[in-house]
């Protein structure tokens, strides 16, 4: 087991070890203070496997327990998903001393902390992540958001949670394809800033699991304790979102996020070797480690319908964007260039 506490605007432990669920209850109540009404919020796929040992453990600490069961899928992460939520919360009456449990994915996570965020003004939260990608990523650092039309998690709150409880026991169900969702934000971490966490990552994932969520998790908390709200350094943290993001909302969520990342990773570093900023053995290693994940590093969407979709990216300011560009593995860098120079540069990027 290891403990990591991130020191934001509120401090919070997050518990990284296997077969952690069953006392859920316990570590609640510790990191609470006293027990409470707490809702579960929690998917379809997700209810099945976890939903009775948390909800036995949470009531067998002293607390009194709701469920709210969402359908899974990005679909979930919308305007009404989440007023549904906060009417449901509010009609059991929750306080502003309950809190909300998000057991599940990225998208039971994001969901469930926006809606703590703005439920009577903000109410506590704990995150209990259930795949690899919101273990070393999402339910860290506090951005909590749903989906609009317009493009993703553009509607959001910053909300740190209470405590992230990460049983990767519950790795151990998910398929390949969602597994390898994951390791995608696994990669980003080495390329961003960690070069020998990259070459660690060569010898598998899957095998040294929680030495791998520990680090991912420690470099995030790293980075959130310097730059909570986005500001700065935190925004390293997009590597391959941009283009990732326009790549999901392509292909009307037929391509993962984790799958979308790992090609604009890979479209982005592209880009830098044909620029002269990274050399080419560079990308040479991303694409080998990005392979050996069984993700993908190619996508058939042009740079004009990329581009045209990317420009509603949250990172945009005005007429110009921020990109994380790598210059090296474990070298990434902000890259401010003009809205209209982005179609070029993803056009640069594709494999052509």
């Given at each position: 087991?290891?403990?990591?506490?991130?020191?934001?605007?509120?401090?919070?432990?997050?518990?990284?070890?296997?077969?952690?669920?069953?006392?859920?209850?316990?570590?609640?109540?510790?990191?609470?203070?006293?027990?409470?009404?707490?809702?579960?919020?929690?998917?379809?796929?997700?209810?099945?496997?976890?939903?009775?040992?948390?909800?036995?453990?949470?009531?067998?600490?002293?607390?009194?327990?709701?469920?709210?069961?969402?359908?899974?899928?990005?679909g979930?992460?919308?305007?009404?998903?989440?007023?549904?939520?906060?009417?449901?919360?509010?009609?059991?009456?929750?306080?502003?001393?309950?809190?909300?449990?998000?057991?599940?994915?990225?998208?039971?996570?994001?969901?469930?902390?926006?809606?703590?965020?703005?439920?009577?003004?903000?109410?506590?939260?704990?995150?209990?992540?259930?795949?690899?990608?919101?273990?070393?990523?999402?339910?860290?650092?506090?951005?909590?958001?749903?989906?609009?039309?317009?493009?993703?998690?553009?509607?959001?709150?910053?909300?740190?949670?209470?405590?992230?409880?990460?049983?990767?026991?519950?790795?151990?169900?998910l398929?390949?394809?969602?597994?390898?969702?994951?390791?995608?934000?696994?990669?980003?971490?080495?390329?961003?800033?960690?070069?020998?966490?990259?070459?660690?990552?060569?010898?598998?994932?899957?095998?040294?699991?929680?030495?791998?969520?520990?680090?991912?998790?420690?470099?995030?908390?790293?980075?959130?304790?310097?730059?909570?709200?986005?500001?700065?350094?935190?925004?390293l943290?997009?590597?391959?979102?941009?283009?990732?993001?326009?790549?999901?909302?392509?292909?009307?969520?037929?391509?993962?996020?984790?799958?979308?990342?790992?090609?604009?990773?890979?479209?982005?570093?592209?880009?830098?070797?044909?620029?002269?900023?990274?050399?080419?053995?560079?990308?040479?290693?991303?694409?080998?480690?990005?392979?050996?994940?069984?993700?993908?590093?190619?996508?058939?969407?042009?740079a004009?319908?990329?581009?045209a979709?990317?420009?509603?990216?949250?990172?945009?300011?005005?007429?110009?964007?921020s990109?994380?560009?790598?210059?090296?593995?474990g070298?990434?860098?902000?890259?401010?260039?003009?809205?209209?120079?982005?179609?070029?540069?993803?056009?640069?990027?594709?494999?052509?």
């Open positions: 087991m290891k403990k990591i506490k991130v020191n934001a605007s509120s401090s919070y432990e997050i518990i990284i070890g296997e077969d952690l669920l069953p006392s859920a209850g316990e570590y609640c109540l510790r990191a609470l203070g006293k027990t409470c009404k707490a809702c579960i919020l929690t998917d379809d796929n997700v209810a099945p496997l976890y939903l009775d040992t948390v909800r036995s453990s949470l009531v067998g600490a002293g607390f009194d327990t709701v469920e709210y069961i969402i359908p899974h899928g990005e979930s992460k919308s305007t009404a998903s989440l007023i549904e939520l906060v009417e449901f919360m509010a009609e059991n009456r929750l306080t502003r001393t309950d809190v909300l449990v998000a057991l599940g994915g990225g998208v039971v996570g994001d969901l469930g902390g926006f809606a703590s965020a703005v439920y009577l003004r903000g109410i506590r939260f704990v995150q209990m992540p259930t795949t690899l990608l919101a273990a070393v990523d999402s339910s860290v650092g506090g951005k909590t958001a749903v989906d609009l039309r317009a493009g993703k998690n553009l509607m959001g709150a910053f909300l740190q949670p209470s405590l992230v409880l990460c049983d990767y026991k519950t790795l151990d169900t398929s390949p394809e969602i597994f390898a969702d994951g390791c995608a934000e696994v990669i980003k971490y080495g390329v961003i800033n960690d070069r020998e966490f990259f070459d660690s990552l060569k010898k598998g994932i899957k095998i040294q699991i929680e030495d791998v969520i520990a680090a991912c998790v420690q470099n995030k908390a790293n980075i959130v304790e310097n730059d909570e709200f986005d500001k700065g350094q935190r925004q943290l997009n590597l391959g979102h941009t283009v990732g993001h326009a790549i999901e909302a392509c292909s009307d969520l037929r391509i993962s996020h984790g799958s979308a990342v790992a090609i604009g990773m890979v479209i982005v570093m592209r880009a830098a070797v044909r620029m002269g900023i990274c050399a080419e053995v560079e990308l040479d290693e991303l694409l080998s480690v990005i392979k050996s994940a069984e993700l993908p590093t190619e996508c058939d969407f042009g004009e319908e990329l581009a979709v990317a420009t509603s990216d949250k990172k945009r300011a005005g007429d110009s964007i990109l994380v560009v790598p210059y090296a593995i070298d990434s860098r902000l890259y401010k260039i003009p809205v209209s120079e982005l179609r070029g540069f993803i056009e640069k990027g594709l494999c052509r």
